[in-house]
């Protein structure tokens, strides 16, 4: 088994065992996206869950499947993020973390950075993001999304 299968399966473990442990004691959001690989030239769906790990940093396991002809391309990411404190109708938030990217059964990993604006409502947030994947030919990634 090559290295980075390793790093990708243990990745993968220590982020359910995480998961597993935060949302025993924590309330957790959900998330669902659309949006564009700029570099695929594709667009995707994907979902995500929100786990609080403080008042201002969330845990952001998340995943998104490229909706192409041509290849068969996905992601796993492990983010965190940080919410900027606000008092307006909307909050923006920064982070970043590592994502499982395969394309036809190649799998690496990288680093990924997101920024987003999300509209503060009661019940569902609507979203925008922008991803950043930092490999040899940078994935940048737009989504809208909506949080329960």
């Known amino acids: 088994m090559s290295t980075r299968r390793i790093l990708a399966n243990a990745l993968g473990v220590a982020a359910a065992i995480l998961v597993c442990a935060v949302t025993a004691s924590a309330e957790v959001d959900y998330g669902l996206r659309v949006g564009y690989y700029t570099d695929a030239e594709d667009a995707f769906i994907g ?45 923006l938030w920064l982070g970043g973390g590592a994502t499982l990217f395969t394309v036809n059964d190649h799998t690496d990993v990288f680093t990924n950075f997101v920024t987003g604006i999300g509209l503060t409502r009661e019940s569902v947030v609507p979203y925008f993001q922008l991803k950043i994947v930092a490999k040899d030919d940078a994935e940048i990634v737009l989504a809208f999304g909506l949080r329960f």
């Open 47 to 91: 979902g995500e869950v929100l786990l609080p790990l403080s008042d201002s940093v969330r845990l952001n396991p998340n995943a998104e499947y490229v909706l192409s002809k041509d290849r068969d391309q996905y992601d796993l990411s492990l983010d965190a993020i940080y919410i900027i404190p606000s008092e307006r109708s909307y909050y």
